[in-house]
């Protein structure tokens, strides 16, 4: 079970995240294709930038190299530029950017076309096509499909002139895919360390299922274990009883008395956990009123005097009067009751019990220490678990485990706080701290 929940916890912690991050690569995928796109248009226009068309003319005039133009479509050859590449004003060419880019001059009133920068990947018998095409477009910045190309042109207002650029669009699609590479590359990665994130995630989140899991199973067996005795004992009873119908009520009082006792500690053990049932109830709420804790407390002190006398254990108390609690009679007296008893069923024939109430720091305090006994630094901290006892051998004369976290859970309800120290020195020491109430 709770191996297919970290599995489930995996897979949708991983589906939520993996859409996440497809969506927001996606979107930087399209970011990084516009960029690559407006970079591309910006550096065909940059390649068009040094020179004008009054350049172009005195260069043509007077410059020893001169680029090879075109007339009626034909180019002209120029065998000093062959295997090279040129700028206009006659320098070698040499290209730092991810794209090669072939630039030209179209004149119409002529048809010619100067070459200002060639390149490899446009023929000489497609350049005037090219040209064409790019002319009769109506668009500045497009894709020339039929040619696998990129133009980028433009036409001065004060010239006749066409200022073309040229590239191949494998260029682009190279360097964008390039980009989306990493993109793809850091989508994986991410991917994969939210695997490894989401399994460490899942046996955190699986832990306290593990541990209610393991701690039903204990349930489930002290509460076979706690309801078998007794219902062993009665079933033992009454096969006494019948198998002496002759016998009177009196004669066969032990086996009755027993039977009863029985019935009580399994009626007692139900009751605790219908408690638990009503404590954990989400729409259980709770009147509040004010209470005298000092009354509450010193009619549970009396209640364990003949207790304290049987075993001769000294029992002291030192109660404040008139000490008022915002709580309700019936969940004080069971906070009083319940840790006075477990006092005693722990502590020694002959040991000693002190009981305390007192107001500090605008706080009821309510404070029961046994001296004989302590709890190890073991069992400490699993006190306040359901039927969890510190003591293993499971003597049914200390109860079913179930008292503590009862008084942990109506302290919670109430607002109160309790907490216990222990030592082998100074016993146990069980505090629990109240709001004080006006009289």
């Known amino acids: 079970m709770v191996h297919s929940y970290k599995k489930r916890f995996v897979i949708i912690t991983v589906a939520m995240i993996g859409l996440i991050l497809t969506v927001v690569f996606s979107f930087l995928g399209f970011y990084v294709c516009r960029d690559k796109i407006h970079t591309l248009e910006n550096t065909m226009n940059q390649a068009l930038k040094p020179w004008n068309s009054q350049t172009f003319g005195q260069l043509e005039a007077d410059s020893a190299i ?32 991810s794209y090669t880019i072939a630039t030209y001059v179209y004149d119409p009133s002529d048809g010619s076309v100067t070459v200002v920068t060639d390149a490899d990947f446009i023929k000489d018998n497609e350049l005037s ?12 910045y497009e894709k020339l499909k039929d040619y696998g190309l990129v133009y980028f042109k433009e036409q001065p207002m004060d010239s006749g002139v066409c200022k073309i650029a040229l590239t191949r669009f494998s260029f682009f699609m190279t360097s964008f895919f390039k980009s989306l590479g990493v993109l793809v590359f850091f989508y994986l990665v991410l991917i994969l360390a939210f695997v490894i994130v989401s399994k460490k995630l899942s046996s955190i989140a699986a832990k306290p299922m593990e541990e ?81 804790a000092s009354s509450c407390a010193e009619r549970c002190v009396l209640q364990f005097e003949s207790v304290a006398y049987d075993r001769n254990i000294r029992f002291d108390s030192d109660i404040d009067s008139d000490v008022y609690i915002s709580a309700t009679r019936d969940y004080t007296d069971r906070i009083f009751n319940s840790i006075i008893e477990n006092a005693f069923k722990y502590e020694p024939n002959g040991g000693s019990i002190f009981t305390s109430l007192k107001i500090e720091k605008k706080k009821a305090v309510f404070t029961v220490r046994n001296y004989g006994s302590y709890i190890s630094s073991e069992d400490l901290p699993h006190i306040f678990e359901r039927f969890y006892r510190a003591d293993k051998t ?44 006006e009289k």
Do not use: C
């Open 129 to 140: 096509e090219i040209i064409s095409a790019v002319v009769d477009r109506s668009e500045n």
């Open 394 to 437: 499971r003597n049914e004369k200390k109860g079913h485990g179930l008292g503590l976290p009862i008084v942990m859970q109506i302290t919670k309800h109430i607002g109160a706080k309790i907490s216990v120290k222990s030592s082998v020195e100074e016993g146990t020491v069980f505090t629990v701290v109240f709001d004080i109430s």
């Open 212 to 292: 209610a899991i393991e701690l039903e199973k204990k349930f489930v067996a002290n509460v076979s274990h706690d309801l078998k005795t007794p219902i062993t004992i009665i079933l033992a009873n009454n096969s006494i009883l019948k198998s002496s119908p002759d016998s009177t009520v009196g004669d066969q009082m032990q086996w009755i008395e027993s039977t009863d006792t029985a019935s009580r500690d399994m009626l007692r053990m139900i009751n605790e956990m219908l408690t638990f049932s009503l404590l954990d109830a989400e729409e259980h709420q709770i009147i509040f009123g004010k209470i005298n």
């Open 66 to 97: 001169v680029p090879k133009t075109a007339e009626n479509g034909q180019i002209k050859p120029d065998e000093k530029r062959e295997g090279r590449r040129y700028d206009f004003f006659g320098n070698e060419r040499i290209d730092n950017d």
